[in-house]
């Protein structure tokens, strides 16, 4: 086996980039035999850049008086947010790691990197079937989403080329 057959200029093995975080995201393929990335798969969700407030969530009361250090929220978690925000974040995740599997399933890439905030992309791996998690070759923990396109470009190359 040449080592060009795993490389994504060899033009066999695609590779899928998801630059995302928590609000939107962008998957890109390497454009072969020339500079760049095609964007081929894009995804925003407004509710999860939204404050609580204007999504209608108020912080709760208090179970009594505000005063001393042991006053505390009258709600309590279960070690899970359950606000709208945090929802439309579950949400746009479990439609993230659908669309990679579907690309994926259909031949439009051989394998995927994530390149997220560890949060973010724990929660995308979570959704992805474990048959299809050996499919993901490459993780890095970064929010790339506001660079501007020439960098994200230099960075996935960086990320390509193992540097």
């Given at each position: 086996?040449?080592?060009?057959?795993?490389?994504?200029?060899?033009?066999?093995?695609?590779?899928?980039?998801?630059?995302?975080?928590?609000?939107h995201?962008?998957?890109?393929?390497k454009?072969?035999?020339?500079?760049?990335?095609?964007?081929?798969?894009?995804?925003?969700?407004?509710?999860?850049?939204?404050?609580?407030?204007?999504?209608?969530?108020d912080?709760?009361?208090?179970?009594?008086?505000?005063?001393?250090?042991?006053?505390?929220?009258?709600?309590?978690?279960?070690?899970?947010?359950?606000?709208?925000?945090?929802?439309?974040?579950?949400?746009?995740?479990?439609?993230?790691?659908?669309?990679?599997?579907?690309?994926?399933?259909?031949?439009?890439?051989?394998?995927?990197?994530?390149?997220?905030?560890?949060?973010?992309?724990?929660?995308?791996?979570?959704?992805?079937?474990?048959?299809v998690?050996?499919?993901?070759?490459?993780?890095?923990?970064?929010?790339l989403?506001?660079?501007?396109v020439?960098e994200?470009?230099?960075?996935?190359?960086?990320?390509?080329?193992?540097?």
């Open positions: 086996m040449s080592t060009s057959a795993n490389t994504i200029e060899g033009g066999r093995a695609r590779r899928l980039f998801v630059v995302a975080n928590g609000s995201g962008r998957a890109y393929l454009r072969l035999g020339e500079t760049g990335y095609d964007a081929v798969i894009a995804w925003a969700s407004p509710d999860a850049r939204a404050k609580d407030s204007e999504l209608g969530e912080k709760p009361g208090r179970a009594f008086a505000g005063a001393g250090a042991t006053a505390r929220s009258a709600m309590e978690y279960d070690n899970k947010d359950d606000s709208p925000k945090e929802h439309a974040k579950r949400d746009l995740a479990r439609q993230m790691a659908a669309d990679i599997v579907a690309a994926l399933k259909a031949g439009k890439a051989d394998s995927f990197s994530l390149v997220a905030p560890a949060t973010v992309a724990a929660a995308i791996r979570s959704h992805v079937p474990h048959e998690q050996r499919a993901l070759v490459g993780e890095e923990h970064h929010d989403t506001s660079l501007p020439a994200v470009f230099a960075r996935l190359d960086a990320l390509r080329h193992g540097v």
